[in-house]
């Protein structure tokens, strides 16, 4: 099964995907008019089975709902939410250990924190 991990935020939506069981991140996207665009062409380019939503509590929760509820419409694969209860705390770590250049943060945290969604999904 390949699967698309989305951790979705109000500017940026970070993604990753699994092929063959190897998890690997993509660029975040913009949250924008043409997000749904985007994500049914990454859908297609990695031949996605399932879509996990990252979903976290509170007021955002009610937003991430009505992100997945507009997904839902626009693709016929089940899309599922996780909770992502301190992913980002558990990305932080991963990019800390992993990055020398601080300056990528902003452009990676978000896909390393879609990462850390899709392996708990997967169960790995």
């Known amino acids: ?6 951790d979705y935020g109000s500017k940026r939506i970070g993604l990753a995907y699994s092929l063959n ?16 665009t985007n994500i049914q062409s990454i859908i297609i380019q990695y031949s996605i089975d399932q879509v996990f939503v990252g979903l976290s509590e509170g007021d955002f929760a009610v937003k991430t709902k009505k992100f997945v509820a507009n ?5 016929t694969l089940p899309v599922e ?19 020398k250049n601080t300056r990528k943060y902003k452009e990676t945290i978000d ?7 899709l392996r708990r999904a997967l169960g790995l």
């Not at 896909?111 to 969604?117: F, P």
Request: net charge negative; glycine share 2%.
């Open 71 to 75: 997904l839902q419409q626009k693709t």
């Open 21 to 36: 069981g190897f998890i690997s991140t993509l660029p975040a996207i913009k949250n924008d008019d043409s997000v749904f």
């Open 111 to 117: 896909s390393i924190a879609a990462a850390v969604i």
């Open 81 to 99: 939410t996780i909770e992502e209860a301190i992913s980002t705390i558990e990305a932080n770590s991963i990019f800390k250990n992993n990055q």
């Open 1 to 6: 099964m390949n699967a698309l991990s989305i």
